[in-house]
């Protein structure tokens, strides 16, 4: 009985693995229609990240700024009090410049990894890594609000893991695979829609999106331009590709 | 969709400067109309032309306490998205998500020129920005309901889905609506335009001047230009084909934006965010009813 | 700003142009060209207008050392 | 059988686990609603920031249901990132208490954080014969499942009573052996993408590393409860 099985499913994986570049291919319709030409794919068996002309302009996008972030100076800023004659200047320090500068550069490769995967898992986890790298850019900050509109970015950014990965799971459970070219040929289902919302809540929270920006807006007044601008950049990128990946499961 | 492998860079490049220049008239048209709204004789049509020109032999001086390689970067990163978006739409007819993309990244930018100088009002102008984003996230959910009408988000399949099935301004008129928000609220002047508000003195351009303020205007009207070809192809593309069509078409919507603009004050922040969520959820309703 | 900062700007100016002059006569593959048109028509924007405001202000500096000769201030 | 399913489980799965997966389902939104009504009603951050491991563990579980060696290799990345997200928002929350006090003017350098190692009764009354037996156990099982049983096994040879026969010395090779084991696994993975014809062997390697490197690592936790490696 087992055996039997066995070699089912062997032959059943040869087929698929022989014929993966003929499936993606033909195939991948669902992708093609949102993205344009797939200009190529490198295949991992089951995962399959993609180049397509948007993931191609995210990239060269994300990669611009994160070099142009990472080498820009911090900003100063003139501060003016009360019962005091002077504006003063002040910037930040080097020692904490040089941990948000790591910590920008991190968010740089989580997006990339965002943009370019091609399975919902790893998208999941980079998702989760921008966030992370996001409030790691606002924890060296000694600003009592900056703080503390991080720290509540953060809660939400442990419960929203829920969702993220959970509508990862549910897709998984339903459909047996988590690649995106797989899954942009198979029909939706009510699972699937269940999934894709949950992934959609998920990647809103981690990524500081709509109804989650008052804290965002409030982390923001912290010094530091080229560093905060990044976590900006990291929300609408997760965005776009959210809009893409929902679109393809759908 | 046929990608051609070669492609000639003059006729990408006379493309780019027509729409500088056409964007450049309409946003002097823009004036003008509001400014005979409010019984003003108005700057002449050719003056945002003249205004982006001028900057360019004007002193540039970059403030003392900007972070350096950032403050002309993103000003540069601003122009070069446009020509991007300009690039994938009207002349590939690629993915409506790279200009959706090209959106958020003019975003991003606006927030980094606010905060890349150090002054108080640009960082004032940077935050709200961020805020503004709040609000046109939801209306970036076009693309989405769009999708679910026509099975694609080619702007050459928009196109043939609307020549064989007739446009989609009358079979998703609140879609379209959402989307002419979400232009209005690029246009100067705007309801909408709590960016560059002048309770803030300029917002997030008050401290760019001479070139580089040239250059950000550059974008500004690539942006306009764009985005009104964009509205126009994706509700309009049935019916609206040749180019003097569409520049009769931006020229029209840019009259009405004048109008709007003349006629409504700007609204607060949070009032801004607030109505552009309500004609988010409408655009959701109408997909819902078909 | 200096007069080797101006030299500088001028170098720039044409450095950043050599790329689109190449491609209008060079028939390039699209993707070469979007790079092109993408990462150089901002650049060489900035540093044409950079050469320019500096003419628009030599030009300037000299009418006003004119005005003083001609009308001997 | 709904063919939805059909298509996706294989036949060899029985039907009673196949009707376990609502269950767990359920159990995982009760969790998750558990723990979010503990946020709502929890007053301190700390308290918060404890509270939010119960909705992570409804995440686990969401993903655990799946029931699959699949599932099993999701746990890992999803543990380990929320395990990222509390180190870096408890960063977030000692640098903010710092900083308040600093502001109230007291000196930060005072403001050290203490390290106390839980003292449990059970642990130290546990009979250390437990710890073999739970390794082999472990060693029998293999894989991520095994490797954790076995390391609880080490876990609990560190904690009671005396050591005896290993030195410290011994325990830092210990890492570098973990590593090593660790490569072995990558290894594996990599030989079985490039030739799937040799999936036995990678399976071996991957099978053998991985318990290997889940178990010396979890082990060594228990090094971090010994006062006289600590110094």
Redesign the interface.
Known sequence: ??ER?LTI?LDL??NI?RNLSVIWCIKMNDIV?????IIGHFP??DIVPYI???SL??VA?IV??TV??A????????ITRFKEDVVR?ETVEKKEARFRRFMTILCGVALIGVVTTGDI?NFA?FV??T??SN??I???????HV??A??QY??V???C??PL??G???I?????T?SLGVLGNLPS?QIINVGRTLLLIGAVGEGA??PF?AT??EM??AKG??F??MM??SS??V??RI??L??IL? | MYYPVNFNLIYILLEIITAFIFGGLLLGLHRKVMARIQGRPGPPIVQHLLHTFKFYIKELSIPNTSSMPLYVAIVLAMDAVWILALIVGPILGGSFLIIIMCYAVHKVAEHGIGLASGSPYTKLGSTRAVLSATAEMPLIAVPALVFFKTDTLLLDGIINYQIVNGSLFTQLPLVALAMFVLVLSKTPYSPFGIVWGKDIVSGYKTEHFGVIRGVMMMGEILAFFALLWCFITIFFGGIITAPLAYMVAMTGITVILAFICALTPMVAPYHAVMIQWIFAILAVVNVLLI | MGKENEIKNKILAIVTSIPLLLGIFLNLPLAVTIAILVVFVPISTYYVGLVLMARAKNKEDEEKRKKITFTGY | MDPMIDAVVPAVVPQIFINMYPVAIIIAIITAVTGLLGIILAKSDFQKILLIQVVTYAMLLIVAAVGTDLAEALILPGLVVSLAEILVVSEILISREVTRRSEKGEDPRKLKLKFNPIKMEVIKTALPVTSVVTVLYGAILTGFTGGAVAGAGILIYLFVGKLRGFSHNFWEEMVGISGVAWVLWLLGFLLYFLNPQLWLVALFMSGGGIVIKVALKLGLLGMLGREEFNN
Request: a negative charge; proline letters at 3%.
């Open positions: 009985m087992e099985n499913d994986f040869d693995y229609d949102i993205n344009g030409l991992f068996v397509t002309p948007f302009a995210l996008t611009t700024f142009f972030l080498i820009s100076n911090p900003e100063y800023r003139s200047k898992f986890l989760s890594l966030g992370i409030i790691g606002f924890a060296g900050i000694k600003d009592t703080l503390d991080a720290f953060g809660l950014l442990m419960i893991s829920l990965f959970g990862v799971a549910l998984l459970a339903n459909t047996g988590l289902n999106l709509a920006f965002k807006v923001i007044r331009a080229p905060i601008n900006h950049l609408l990128m965005f776009t809009i893409e929902l679109l759908g």
